[in-house]
């Protein structure tokens, strides 16, 4: 595993759904140490009812300058078969017809890599930190876990973004999520639906008086999972809803959120029903600017690597979101991964060398 793209494969072929990461965390402790690089696992995977915890790494500075911190997740989505990564032309895809995790093990190898590249090659730098984290998929789980207040550095980067490699995210959303809980009376659909209070019925009613996708410019709103009843012919006296908002605006992602809470209410109150609701605040939104040193400091490692840098907005969530909610300046840049969560993802071989050689120029960038 003496390159990026070899490292990725090897990791590649690793099952880590979220709480399941525990190959690949032992695999990259041992790829660190073989360059000389110890590294801590923290105690987060029990209290996240995972396998494993998250992985640190820091190695001191040779010169001065900006240290840095690098960001990735080894966990992915769930894979429906096996992961058999190949090469096929210029892309790495695999063989199987589910996920590759490219989002986001791509990155991982090519941070590592990078960074093996600087202490062989005696580069010098300001500081490396590397965090390597878990549950990402399902809710930046192991970032919310993970001590920030042991790092040095205050600029970092995440790689996780789709698209060629170049872009840097200098909008990001708000998310919050809601539970909504429906509960009515159940009977027999037939005989005595009088007596029901149809819980799926009053779900229905406040979904149909919601818009949905786009809501607005840079803001969106969904519903993913519906569940409710027993069988065809009992009223059911449950049925749950998940849904979600986003935007890059904070108050207009709050103000969408309140919008589904007083029209689950009026819903419920009308059918005879009742509705409990649950919102989480999964992260807060950020923006960059080109005054920001983690901005420039990208748009100079990005050019020495031979790449035009590009700013984009996105409206997913990452870990950057919680490093900087935390008060550290962290840009997600773009990896080259594609179809990410879908049988059809793959990435380029030549972006994930890519990623090794970002890593050193963001860190030659970052030096004096």
């Not at 590294?39 to 640190?56: F, H, K």
């Not at 991982?108 to 984290?133: K, N």
């Not at 901005?295 to 490692?301: D, E, F, H, P, S």
């Amino acid at each position: 595993m003496d390159s990026a793209l070899e490292l990725f494969l090897a990791l590649a072929r690793l099952p880590t759904p979220p709480g399941q990461e525990r190959a690949a965390i032992d695999m990259v402790r041992e790829v660190l140490a073989s360059f000389g690089v110890d590294s801590v696992e923290d105690d987060a995977g029990p209290r996240i009812n995972g396998d494993a915890g998250n992985l640190y790494a820091r190695i001191p500075a040779t010169t001065s300058g900006t240290p840095l911190f690098f960001n990735a997740h080894v966990d992915t989505v769930p894979m429906t078969a096996p992961i058999e990564p190949a090469i096929e032309g210029e892309y790495v895809v695999n063989t199987h017809p589910t996920i590759l995790g490219a989002d986001n093990k791509a990155t991982v190898a090519g941070m590592i890599d990078g960074i093996r590249r600087v202490v062989r090659e005696g580069i010098p730098h300001a500081g490396i930190e590397l965090v390597i984290t878990v549950q990402e998929e399902i809710g930046l789980i192991g970032a919310k876990a993970f001590d920030t207040g042991r790092l040095e550095a205050t600029v970092g980067y995440v790689y996780d973004v789709d698209g060629d490699p170049g872009a840097m995210t200098m909008r990001a959303p708000s998310q919050i999520t809601l539970d909504l809980e429906f509960r009515g009376k159940s009977a027999h659909a037939g005989m005595d639906p009088e007596r029901g209070r149809n819980a799926i019925h009053a779900a229905a009613i406040a979904l149909s008086r919601l818009s949905m996708g786009r809501v607005a410019p840079g803001a969106s709103r969904s519903v993913g999972v519906i569940n409710g009843g027993t069988q065809r012919n009992v009223v059911p006296d449950r049925c749950s809803v998940q849904t979600e908002v986003r935007s890059l605006d904070d108050a207009q992602v709050v103000a969408l959120a309140q919008e589904i809470v007083d029209v689950a209410n009026a819903a419920a109150a009308e059918t005879g029903c009742s509705v409990e609701i649950a919102q989480t605040r999964e992260y807060t939104a950020y923006a960059f600017t080109d005054d920001d040193l983690v901005v420039q400091i990208a748009r100079a490692g990005l050019a020495a690597a031979g790449l035009a840098p590009r700013e984009i907005e996105t409206g997913g969530g990452a870990d950057a979101h919680l490093f900087n909610e935390r008060g550290l300046q962290c840009l997600n840049l773009s990896s080259g991964m594609e179809a990410i969560h879908t049988p059809d993802e793959r990435i380029k071989v030549a972006h994930v060398e890519d990623l090794s050689r970002i890593t050193v120029e963001l860190i030659r960038a970052a030096a004096a």
